[in-house]
């Protein structure tokens, strides 16, 4: 994105300019992620120019405007410091999931581990799909499982395979339980291919979810 365009993006649209006009939230990331501290102080000037809304504005219609503020923090942040720019926003529950989306778009070795440390330190006994820790196992998946996925250290994946088991332990539903099994595949390693063929799965939907689980670590592992 050119550096001019955020602004012009900013300042006109079908969006109140307080809720940033033209400007969509993948715009900041991939704009922060372009032009850096630079990108930074530019996102932070039009926040403060427009005076970006804080929370959601609902409507009669029921639609509904995003708050950019949030999300302008903790792109700034980002651009200014790098992953450890987020690290505070992670212990502040009003950015907390702003800083893990922002740290799943930068997909690195360092926001892994910025993910794997929040999660370390996290309860996944909450059935809400939306709650910070399953946000950020989620982005471990995401980061981890696929192809052309983050390459990370030995020790990276035994941490993540640490986690899923405690998320599997004290998941409360079965979509919680879902997730830790999926998120199994960045541990690439045979403690992770025991592990998933060790469960014993009485749940037809999980005993699907297997299937891919085992196919993707098999792949993976050194043959």
């Given at each position: 994105m050119k550096f001019n365009a955020l602004a012009k993006?900013?300042?006109?649209?079908?969006?109140?300019?307080?809720?940033g006009g033209n400007v969509e939230v993948e715009d900041l990331i991939r704009f922060v992620l372009e032009h850096g501290a630079e990108g930074a102080a530019e996102i932070e000037r039009l926040c403060a120019l427009y005076r970006w809304r804080e929370e959601f504005q609902y409507n009669a219609d029921g639609t509904h405007f995003a708050p950019l503020a949030p999300w302008a923090q903790a792109c700034a942040a980002f651009g200014h410091q790098g992953v450890a720019g987020l690290l505070p926003l992670l212990s502040d529950p009003r950015l907390v999931t702003y800083a893990i989306s922002v740290l799943e778009d930068v997909r690195s070795e360092a926001s892994v581990a910025a993910l794997l440390a929040f999660c370390e330190r996290a309860d996944f006994s909450q059935d809400d799909p939306q709650s910070p820790p399953s946000r950020a196992l989620a982005a471990l998946n995401s980061l981890l499982s696929f192809e052309k996925g983050v390459v990370v250290p030995v020790a990276m994946q035994q941490a993540l395979l640490r986690?899923?088991?405690?998320?599997?332990?004290?998941?409360p539903s079965l979509r919680g339980r879902s997730l830790a099994l999926y998120a199994a595949r960045g541990a690439c390693m045979p403690e992770a291919l025991d592990w998933v063929q060790s469960l014993a799965l009485q749940d037809d939907e999980l005993a699907a979810a297997r299937t891919p689980v085992l196919k993707r670590l098999k792949a993976r592992l050194p043959r």
């Amino acid at each position: 994105m050119k550096f001019n365009a955020l602004a012009k993006k900013a300042a006109k649209g079908t969006a109140p300019l307080e809720h940033g006009g033209n400007v969509e939230v993948e715009d900041l990331i991939r704009f922060v992620l372009e032009h850096g501290a630079e990108g930074a102080a530019e996102i932070e000037r039009l926040c403060a120019l427009y005076r970006w809304r804080e929370e959601f504005q609902y409507n009669a219609d029921g639609t509904h405007f995003a708050p950019l503020a949030p999300w302008a923090q903790a792109c700034a942040a980002f651009g200014h410091q790098g992953v450890a720019g987020l690290l505070p926003l992670l212990s502040d529950p009003r950015l907390v999931t702003y800083a893990i989306s922002v740290l799943e778009d930068v997909r690195s070795e360092a926001s892994v581990a910025a993910l794997l440390a929040f999660c370390e330190r996290a309860d996944f006994s909450q059935d809400d799909p939306q709650s910070p820790p399953s946000r950020a196992l989620a982005a471990l998946n995401s980061l981890l499982s696929f192809e052309k996925g983050v390459v990370v250290p030995v020790a990276m994946q035994q941490a993540l395979l640490r986690l899923v088991q405690r998320a599997w332990q004290q998941a409360p539903s079965l979509r919680g339980r879902s997730l830790a099994l999926y998120a199994a595949r960045g541990a690439c390693m045979p403690e992770a291919l025991d592990w998933v063929q060790s469960l014993a799965l009485q749940d037809d939907e999980l005993a699907a979810a297997r299937t891919p689980v085992l196919k993707r670590l098999k792949a993976r592992l050194p043959r």
